[in-house]
């Protein structure tokens, strides 16, 4: 069932405890969890059959929403951050120290710093979602890893069933994934 059942406090109890859910993105239907549990990122790599060691996108709704996941910006970053943002811009900044390997994925940069991907989205469905939760969301595409991505909360408990609890929403027709660049070095990763 589509969780316009659900009351937001128990849509969050129920990440809090692992939980794995599927929500509409700009692009793509996105698989989301708290990005602070371990079970619920564990739960969301073995869903998808991705590799642990790439790493994971956390979005929300507002930048403070993010600052547990990464290392403290100067002004100068953070006003570039949110030069791009509300919006489809991923930055990979310095991850916090505390911040778990199965969101920054295995790969030091050149400077030996780790990088988590963070945004802090416009899509209307993905900002009221973080909001009525208050809290920021793992997003990567509701997919096995190689496969097509879903695009509607249909496809999607096609897709993983019982396993996860969908979110309706939709997709915005011929919206692409959001870009993706390192904040120190400005180098596009994915546009």
């Known amino acids: 069932m589509v969780s316009r059942l659900f009351s937001p406090r128990a849509l969050k109890s129920y990440l809090r405890r692992g939980g794995v859910i599927a ?71 310095p991850a ?20 988590v991907a963070i945004r802090v989205d416009a899509h209307s469905d993905v900002v009221k979602l973080c909001s009525r939760l208050q809290m920021a969301l793992v997003s990567t595409s509701a997919n096995r890893s190689g496969q097509r991505p879903a695009t509607t909360a249909r496809e999607c408990l096609r897709r993983f069933g019982t396993r996860i609890r969908v979110v309706s929403g939709r997709v915005v027709r011929g919206g692409r994934p959001s870009t993706i660049a390192d904040l120190l070095s400005e180098r596009v990763i994915r546009s």
């Open 96 to 115: 916090a120290v505390r911040t778990s390997g199965w969101l920054c994925g295995r790969r030091r940069w050149s400077d030996g710093n780790r990088r």
């Open 23 to 93: 929500y509409a993105t700009r692009a793509v239907f996105g698989l989301g969890c708290d990005p602070k549990s371990l079970t619920g990122l564990r739960r969301l790599v073995r869903l998808k059959g991705r590799p642990a060691h790439k790493g994971m996108i956390v979005v929300a709704d507002r930048m403070e929403r993010l600052k547990t996941f990464h290392a403290p910006l100067s002004d100068e970053l953070r006003k570039k951050c949110l030069s791009k943002w509300p919006g489809p811009h991923t930055w990979l900044v």
